[in-house]
Structures are given as structure tokens and as C-alpha cells.
């Protein structure tokens, strides 16, 4: 069976802005830029969608790639199943993606930031104690390498 790839939509939030998108992990408090195609490839992964999947629509909007292109967009998948945002499914897509056209391919950017996990990761609401106060961090948890 083919893997495929869905944003994990119950740990990450997203806003797209002009050519980036921001992720947040909720769950580390890693929070994420997607530039260049990346942020459309993010935008597709709203639905199951395979790598040949993604290619196809990549190439469908964008003309022949680059032939580093197949391996950039799968260390995108790789980097972020590996931080949590996405997720691997065996789940059949319900249709094929796509993307508007936008000129020339532009390889994915992931630029990662950590340094406000420690303060994401604390749930205001919920993480406080009537003899520590607020906030009571949670136990530490190892973010994903």
C-alpha cells in the first residue's frame, strides 16, 4: 500500500499569509514557517494525499520540476511526520489535490522554531494550581529530533 500524508489537524493549527504559512504544534510548542512551495504542498495535505500525489499536482500547476524536486518534497514529509505535523494514513484520497499556478517551482522551506515550546506548551486554563499558581508547567516532554 501507498503511504500517504495528512495534516495532523488535532495538534497543529495553521495561517497561510501572503507567501508563508505558520504552523504551531500544540503539543510541543514548535511552531513552524512553510515558504516556497511548501505552503501549498501544506494546503493539500488537508486530505490524504500520497508523494506521486502531490508531484502530479505540483506538475500540473507548475510544468516540468526539477529533478531534485521529488526529493525535496519528501524530506518535507519526512521532516514533518517527524515533528508531528503530519501524519502517515493508509486512508485512499478522496480526490486528487491541486494547486493554482504560481510560475516557476519554488522547493519547500521548513524553518523550525523552538524557542517559545516551553510557553506554547502551557495551557493557561487548565495548567494552574491553587498552591503553585499559574502557569504550572507540565511534565517535560522530549520534542521529536
Known amino acids: 500500500m501507498t503511504d500517504r500524508y495528512v495534516a495532523n489537524l488535532a495538534n497543529v493549527a495553521h495561517e497561510a499569509f501572503d507567501e508563508e504559512t505558520v504552523l504551531i504544534n500544540f503539543e510541543y510548542g514548535t ?12 494546503q493539500m495535505l488537508q486530505t490524504p494525499a500520497a ?4 508531484l502530479g ?12 524536486a521529488p526529493a525535496a518534497v519528501a524530506a518535507m514529509l519526512a ?8 501524519l502517515r494514513t493508509d486512508a485512499a484520497a478522496a480526490a486528487p489535490p491541486s ?3 504560481s510560475g516557476a517551482f519554488v522547493p519547500p522551506l ?6 517559545l515550546d516551553d510557553l506554547v506548551a502551557i495551557d493557561p486554563v487548565h495548567e494552574a494550581n491553587k498552591f503553585q499558581g499559574w502557569p504550572m508547567r507540565p511534565p517535560a516532554q522530549e520534542a521529536p529530533a
Request: net charge negative; with cysteine.
Open 99 to 101: 494547486v493554482a499556478e
Open 31 to 42: 511552531y513552524f514557517s512553510l515558504r516556497g512551495s511548501a505552503a501549498a504542498i501544506w
Open 110 to 115: 521548513v524553518q523550525v522554531f523552538r524557542d
Open 51 to 54: 508523494l506521486d500525489d502531490l
Open 57 to 68: 499536482a505540483l506538475t500540473a500547476a507548475h510544468g516540468a520540476l526539477p529533478d531534485d
Open 79 to 86: 521532516q514533518l511526520c517527524a515533528e508531528g505535523c503530519l
